[in-house]
């Protein structure tokens, strides 16, 4: 069965870097887009990004343009995602999610983010 | 960006009620809306795909409709296991965007 399982949680310094992971199984990972989306304040969802893992290429949200680093390690399917020069409005819940076709099939179980000194 | 207006925010509903969710998009797209349940602690799952087609798995009781900008999300009696977060997602146009979402409460 499909599924996509995103590291731990993290507790990062203002100013600070993150990358996360998220690994996929089930499925033939090169096959699929691989979306990230940020839950803030525990409701509201929004799309980062998304890269295909079979070329590498990325389409992202303007808003998370700078903000947001996508790669993949094809060897072992897995998608990772940086978030650099971390502030308090980067404190979220981030998700991977498998996008097929126009819809998102399958998620992760979520990585909860907390930037604090 | 595609702005999605949701409504109602939040609403309560007693078991074996019929709900409905709308989801207003700022321009049309063209039946390209998803509808995701999110449970509390929970991943969102993927409900309802091409503005009408159930996903596998998914019970009958939740159906989409709608076009153009205008779609909406029925579950045809409220079960206990329907209470959660409720949010529509536009997929017609990048940036993707979800609407702010619906809190569905059992009464």
């Known amino acids: 069965q499909v599924k996509l399982l995103q590291s731990g949680a993290a507790l990062v310094k203002p100013g600070a870097s993150v990358k996360m992971s998220c690994k996929a199984s089930?499925?033939?990972?090169?096959?699929?887009?691989v979306s990230w989306v940020k839950q803030s304040h525990g409701k509201s969802l929004e799309w980062i990004g998304e890269?295909?893992?079979?070329?590498?290429?990325?389409n992202f949200n303007e808003k998370f343009k700078g903000k947001a680093t996508l790669t993949v390690d094809k060897s072992t399917s897995t998608a990772y995602m940086e978030l650099s020069r971390l502030t308090s409005e980067d404190s979220a819940i981030y998700y991977c999610?498998?996008?097929?076709?126009?819809?998102?099939?399958?998620w992760g179980q979520g990585v909860m983010v907390t930037v604090s000194s | 960006d595609i702005q999605m207006t949701q409504s109602p925010a939040s609403l309560s509903a007693s078991l074996g009620e019929t709900v409905s969710i709308e989801c207003l998009a700022s321009?049309?797209?063209?039946?390209?809306l998803a509808w995701y349940q999110q449970k509390s602690g929970k991943s969102p799952q993927l409900l309802i795909y091409?503005?009408?087609r159930l996903q596998d798995g998914v019970p009958s009781r939740f159906s989409g409709s709608g076009s153009g900008t205008r779609y909406s999300l029925k579950i045809s009696g409220m079960q206990p296991e329907d209470e959660a977060d409720y949010f529509c997602?536009?997929?017609?146009?990048?940036?993707?965007?979800f609407g702010a979402g619906t809190k569905l409460e059992l009464k």
């Open positions: 999610t498998r996008r097929n076709w126009e819809l998102f099939d399958y």
């Open positions: 091409a503005a009408s």
């Open positions: 321009e049309g797209i063209s039946n390209d």
């Open positions: 997602q536009q997929s017609y146009k990048y940036p993707y965007t």
């Open positions: 089930g499925y033939t990972f090169t096959d699929y887009w």
């Open positions: 890269i295909y893992p079979n070329s590498g290429a990325t």
